[in-house]
T-cell receptor, first 113, second 115 residues
Framework: SQQGEEDPQALSIQEGENATMNCSYK?????LQWYRQNSGRGLVHLIL?????REKHSGRLRVTLDTSKKSSSLLITASRAADTASYFC?????????????FGSGTQLTVLP | ETGVTQSPTHLIKTRGQQVTLRCSSQ?????VSWYQQALGQGPQFIFQ???????GRGNFPPRFSGLQFPNYSSELNVNALELDDSALYLC??????????????FGEGSRLTVL
């Protein structure tokens, strides 16, 4: 089952604009991560935010986490055509013995040149 | 590029057949996880191997099985293939179990089509 749900499912913007994607989850977490996937390829880790952090930056990426609302957002500033991909949030949700991530269903971002 | 390699990249099987997928983890990583990603969905956890033992399992039936070898490479075996097994199978390696799940390093996946 999916833990995280991304919103929107699809987003289309012009190059240079900012893109914001949201993620909601259901259970308590250790951390939340964002991954990127180009069509049919493997996932690439973008950023990790721990449950005791509220905001984190990495280059053009800004992630926020609100554990009271069980939600996170990923902001990509000054988007480029090369940012076109699917973006997934994933939670390390403190359950089970395995260190597994539970992924959402993703946001498909299209950046138009 | 993550250093995680998977083979084969694509394969086609028929219902009832068996398949073996292979993964070489990134150098220095001792934990391998397998995920199934159906078209248009996020990856779903199948199981994890740590020091050659299964360390946890998702909601997948026993016909999904695996191995980890002393060099930390891994195999995913699926018996009695069903049409719904058609998916991208992703292998991910990481350096240690630890107390939390850190960054996973994914391979490019094996695309399985079951006819």
């Amino acid at each position: 089952s999916q833990q995280g749900e991304e919103d929107p499912q699809a987003l289309s913007i012009q190059e240079g604009e900012n893109a914001t994607m949201n993620c909601s989850y259901k259970t308590s977490i250790n951390n939340l991560q964002w991954y990127r996937q180009n069509s049919g390829r493997g996932l690439v880790h973008l950023i990790l935010i721990r449950s005791n952090e509220r905001e984190k930056h990495s280059g053009r990426l800004r992630v926020t986490l609100d554990t009271s609302k069980k939600s996170s957002s990923l902001l990509i500033t000054a988007s480029r055509a090369a940012d076109t991909a699917s973006y997934f949030c994933a939670t390390d949700d403190q359950s089970g013995s395995a260190r597994q991530l539970t992924f959402g269903s993703g946001t498909q971002l299209t950046v138009l040149p | 590029e993550t250093g995680v390699t998977q083979s084969p990249t694509h394969l086609i099987k028929t219902r009832g057949q068996q398949v073996t997928l292979r993964c070489s983890s990134q150098s220095g990583h001792n934990t391998v996880s397998w995920y199934q990603q159906a078209l248009g969905q996020g990856p779903q956890f199948i199981f994890q191997y740590y020091r050659e033992e299964e360390n946890g399992r998702g909601n997948f039936p026993p016909r999904f099985s695996g191995l980890q070898f002393p060099n930390y490479s891994s195999e995913l075996n699926v018996n009695a293939l069903e049409l719904d097994d058609s998916a991208l199978y992703l292998c991910a390696s990481s350096s240690d179990r630890g107390s939390n799940t850190g960054e996973l390093f994914f391979g490019e996946g094996s695309r399985l089509t079951v006819l």
